[in-house]
């Protein structure tokens, strides 16, 4: 009774597994880059709202008060 058989299916399987091994590294690194070029824009936009919000605040500092009169030049 030969294992040669079984050893060549373990082999097979084997292979197969490193195929799989290396098609999901390259799986995980296409994710990683999109992970960052993600984070980067997250950043990115998160800046550009808290900017944006720095400058509603200061054009809702610059109305007046709803009991103030002002009096216009004549």
Do not use: C, F, Y
């Not at 992970?35 to 550009?48: F, G, I, N, P």
């Not at 605040?57 to 216009?72: F, Q």
Request: charged residues 30%; positive net charge; hydrophobic residues 40%.
């Amino acid at each position: 009774m030969s294992n040669q058989p079984h050893i060549d299916q373990i082999a097979e399987r084997v292979e197969r597994l490193l195929v799989r091994h290396a098609e999901l590294q390259r799986t995980n690194a296409l994710l990683n880059e999109q992970v960052a070029a993600l984070t980067q824009e997250r950043d990115s936009l998160k800046s550009r709202l808290a900017a944006a919000r720095a400058r509603v605040d200061a054009l809702l500092d610059r109305i007046p008060e709803s009991g103030t009169v002002h009096k216009t030049p004549t």
